[in-house]
């Protein structure tokens, strides 16, 4: 089992730059698969990215591709979501998640989830 913590929301302006980071508790973090998923109020929780055991594979939801980098430090136990160029339609509960097997863009092939951090943009 794996707990998760995230961190690093906040208030920004469209065009800024955040660092979202997720720490996990125990000693098989490496053999997770992590991903990052949001929802906005009134809407679905959504996938944002997703990250391999090692790191050496990684996939984005379309509206996030070529702004939006996931890394993880194994090392540390920690997952991270840099977002560069933040528009007000990223406005959200960003929430990380942990499975097992390959990685996945689907909510519910996500077994443990933190409690999410808010990030908001303004125009």
């Known amino acids: 089992q794996v707990q998760l913590v ?12 955040l660092r979202l980071s997720c720490a996990a508790s125990g000693r098989t973090f490496s053999s997770y698969v992590m991903g990052w998923f949001r929802q906005a109020p009134g ?5 944002v990215a997703t990250i391999s055991w090692g790191g050496g594979y990684s ?6 591709k070529g702004r939006f980098t996931i890394s993880r430090d194994n090392a540390k136990n920690t997952v991270y979501l840099q977002m560069n160029s933040l528009k007000p339609e990223d406005t959200a509960l960003y929430y990380c998640a942990a499975r097992k097997s390959s990685i996945s863009s689907r909510v519910r092939e996500y ?4 409690q ?8």
């Open 6 to 17: 995230e961190s690093g929301g906040g208030l920004v302006q469209a065009g800024d730059s």
């Open 43 to 47: 809407k679905e929780r959504e996938f």
């Open 59 to 64: 996939n984005y939801a379309d509206s996030v």
């Open 111 to 114: 077994d443990y989830w933190g």
């Open 116 to 123: 999410g951090t808010q990030v908001t943009v303004s125009s």
